[in-house]
Structures are given as structure tokens and as C-alpha cells.
């Protein structure tokens, strides 16, 4: 092992065996509620369970390596959402993890996969030939073999034109902006991938009578923490934090990239451990799109004046947007759409999380866990079904062969913007 990876591994083991983490760990009492809420645990045997390679485990690692079991923890968040304890096993997990690959060395591809401003920025110029590869059968057979992501896991759909140059090419909007502005963080997917749900978005905002600003905006460092780069991480989401910042600190930010929103609302501080006074700063201004507009409801602000939508829409509210303890607003939202009836999966987890379901080893696993998932999905729809994080609708979408949007789209379509 070389002294630097030396060094990364003691720096996290210290994480783990402070103080904080420990008053957390003693408050396990094996109830096994994490246990039996756990959606890999009661797909494959290859994973202990959060409490037994969390809490459990935790007591007896000071000086050993690492159960490799943590590695098909897909960081779901599940465990520590229903601890009654207040244990953050989720979080002990991932800290476990990064620990076993700061110790073993992260895989080329782990290290690959985690790089999606990157790979937005190589595909869109060449979008038809990087769909028409992603699409080939021999091409993903090779990509399997070569960098073990499995050959059916989904893939993102490459754009010509990204959100920025979007921006910069339309016209200035013509509803004058009555309720000042509005910073937008649109994450990678919106930015390159799912430009269509970004402008939608942009669009709702303006028309309510908000001014949208859209600084450059990298990578929140997700999915570099999910696969144990946590200095990468943290380099990442502080650069992001000074980007979302930079348009002024009294502004609130307006996000439809759930799972980043979770990363600056708490996983940054509690899995990496940045205590900047900046991240808490954008942790408490940031809002999901959903959120806010419910807050508007609320508050008797915003517009219901919706054109009917009649469909069936099944809608599932992902993992890392219960995590983040502000319940469903988004299926509360969908539900002031005349016409729209909206079916609550009531399914814990997607399977994909985040590049969890894209490695070949772990493709299985995700599909089970899935898969009640997809059948209420195929039961329940008119040709469409809502999620609000990006890769749980790709997940959804190439698993149910229903199109899966963000909520944000139905909002649109019922304000008559589509027009």
C-alpha cells in the first residue's frame, strides 16, 4: 500500500472512530428495524445487512480491515431513515466503504463512472454516434467486459445542446419577474442529459413571476462519495458551493436534481465531514423544485389554475428524497392537477442508486430489488410515470418500458406552457 493511500485510510479511520460517530454507534440496540427495511439485504446473501456491517461491525474494526459485505450497501439511506435510535447506519456504512477502498485501491471504473460533467461535455457534441454506441449490443458487450458496466444496466441519453447553450441562444423572457430572482441548479443529468425536464423547470419558475439565474455549476460529488473518492468529493461540492453562491448569499436556490440536493442538505457533512460555514449556507437556502412550490401552496401563492391532465400516473418518491425528511411533495403536488390520478408506489428503493445498478457485479441485485418496483409501474400507467431523481428514472424507464419523467414536466404541461 503506498504511504498516500496509507494516510487516506488512517484520515478515515480516525473519521470513524470519532466521537460523534461512536455516541451514534452506541445507540444501536439490534432491533433489526434497518435489517428488515434494507432492500438488498432481502435480495442477495452478499450483503450482511446495514446493522450487522454498520453498528454492529463498527465495534471491532478499529484495526482490522473492512468486511468486503459493505460494498453491496447501495447507500440507499433506508437504514438510517427508519432507525428509531437516530443511528446513522447509512452513513457508518459509507464511511466503512471508502475506508476498504482507500485500503484496496478504487477500480479504474469506479473511478470512471463518477466523472458525468465530463461525460456530458464528450457526448453532446457527437450526440447521435454516443446514443447509436450506447445503444449497440457488441458496443455494451465491450463495455462489460472492458470496464464492467453490465451490457443491459441503463444509460443516459446524450443531448445536442446542453442547458448553457439553451440559455444563451433564447429569447429574454416576457412575463416581467414580480418576485425577485431565483438561483436554478439543474445538477449534471439537467445540464446535459435531461435538458428538456431543465428548461421545463426554468420555464414554471419564470412564469410564476420569479427572475431564474444559472450560474456554471459542475458536479455536486455524489456519485465520487457513493465509490469512496472522498477527497474528490470534497473538492467537488466545495467548488459547486462557491458556484451556487456566487449569484448572492440571500437568494433561495430552486434544485430538480433531488439526490445533489440531499449531497448539500446533509450528506456532504455527515459522510464527508465539511463543516464550511459556505455548505451550510446552501444547505439551508436550497429547496427541491416540488418543495418549494408546495411551500407556495401553503403559503396560498401559488397559481392553481391548472389545465386538466387525465391520466394514471404512477409516481415513486426515491430514496434520497425521503432521506431528506420534507415527506412527498411532490405526489402532494401532482395531485392539484385536475384529472391526474397519481399512484404512489410505496416501493422503498428503485434499485439503481445513483452507479450502484450500472456495475455488472451488482446489476442483479438492483433489478430484484426493483422489480416490484417495475411491475406497479407496467400496472399503472397511461404511457407515462414521475420520479424525481435522474438515474431512478432511467432505472425505471429502461426496466418498465414506461417513459418516466421529472414531476416538474406535469406541472408544465397543466400550466399550458407546452403551447
Known amino acids: 500500500m503506498s504511504d498516500k493511500r496509507d494516510e487516506?485510510?488512517?484520515a478515515l479511520r480516525e473519521r470513524l472512530n470519532n466521537e460523534l460517530q461512536r455516541m451514534s454507534l452506541d445507540m444501536c440496540v439490534k432491533c433489526t428495524i434497518c435489517e428488515t427495511a434494507c432492500p438488498v439485504a432481502a435480495v442477495t446473501p452478499l450483503f450482511s445487512g446495514p446493522k450487522f456491517v454498520g453498528p454492529q461491525a463498527e465495534r471491532f474494526r478499529d484495526d482490522e480491515p473492512v468486511d468486503h459485505s459493505v460494498d453491496y450497501c447501495s447507500s440507499c439511506g433506508t437504514c438510517s431513515v427508519v432507525c428509531p435510535q437516530g443511528v446513522n447506519v447509512a452513513e457508518l456504512n459509507s464511511i466503512a466503504r471508502a475506508v476498504m477502498k482507500a485500503e484496496q485501491g478504487v477500480p479504474v471504473r469506479d473511478q470512471t463512472i463518477t466523472q458525468t460533467v465530463l461525460m456530458g461535455k464528450a457526448m453532446t457534441p457527437v450526440a447521435p454516434i454516443a446514443n447509436a454506441v450506447l445503444d449497440n449490443k457488441l458496443a455494451r458487450y465491450a463495455m462489460e467486459k472492458v470496464v464492467g458496466v453490465h451490457r443491459n444496466a441503463p444509460m443516459p441519453t446524450a443531448r445536442g445542446e446542453s442547458l448553457h447553450k439553451w440559455l444563451k441562444k433564447r429569447p429574454s423572457p416576457t412575463k416581467p419577474a414580480t418576485r425577485g430572482a431565483l438561483v436554478y441548479f439543474h445538477g449534471c443529468a439537467g445540464g446535459y442529459f435531461?435538458?428538456?425536464?431543465?428548461k421545463k423547470a426554468i420555464e414554471v419558475l419564470e412564469y410564476l413571476g420569479y427572475e431564474v439565474i444559472v450560474p456554471e455549476q459542475g458536479c455536486c460529488g455524489l456519485a465520487e462519495q457513493s465509490n469512496g473518492l472522498f477527497e474528490k468529493?470534497?473538492?467537488?461540492?466545495?467548488?459547486?458551493?462557491d458556484q451556487l453562491r456566487s449569484p448572492g448569499t440571500d437568494l433561495t436556490i430552486i434544485s430538480t436534481a433531488g439526490s445533489c440536493t440531499g449531497m448539500l442538505k446533509h450528506e456532504a457533512h455527515q459522510i464527508l465531514g465539511i463543516h464550511d460555514p459556505e455548505l451550510l449556507d446552501v444547505g439551508t437556502r436550497i429547496r427541491e423544485i416540488s418543495e418549494f412550490l408546495m411551500e407556495l401552496y401553503e403559503a396560498g401563492e401559488l397559481p392553481t389554475d391548472f389545465q386538466p391532465v387525465n391520466m394514471r400516473l404512477p409516481y415513486h418518491a426515491p430514496c434520497q428524497l425521503?432521506?431528506?425528511?420534507?415527506g412527498t411533495p411532490a405526489s402532494d403536488l401532482l395531485r392539484l392537477i385536475p384529472g391526474l390520478e397519481v399512484i404512489d408506489s410505496n416501493v422503498t428503493c428503485c434499485g439503481i442508486a445513483g452507479t450502484y445498478g450500472l456495475k455488472k457485479e451488482k446489476y442483479e441485485i438492483a433489478q430484484a430489488v426493483g422489480q416490484p418496483l417495475f411491475d406497479i409501474v407496467q400496472a399503472n400507467n397511461d404511457g407515462l410515470a414521475a420520479c424525481d431523481t435522474e438515474t431512478c428514472r432511467w432505472q425505471i424507464e429502461k426496466s418498465s418500458g414506461v417513459e418516466t419523467v421529472h414531476?416538474?414536466?406535469?406541472?408544465?404541461?397543466?400550466?399550458?406552457?407546452g403551447r
Open 322 to 326: 425521503k432521506s431528506q425528511g420534507m
Open 8 to 10: 487516506r485510510a488512517k
Open 407 to 417: 414531476p416538474i414536466v406535469l406541472v408544465h404541461r397543466a400550466y399550458g406552457l
Open 233 to 241: 468529493a470534497s473538492a467537488s461540492v466545495r467548488r459547486l458551493v
Open 194 to 198: 435531461e435538458v428538456d425536464a431543465a
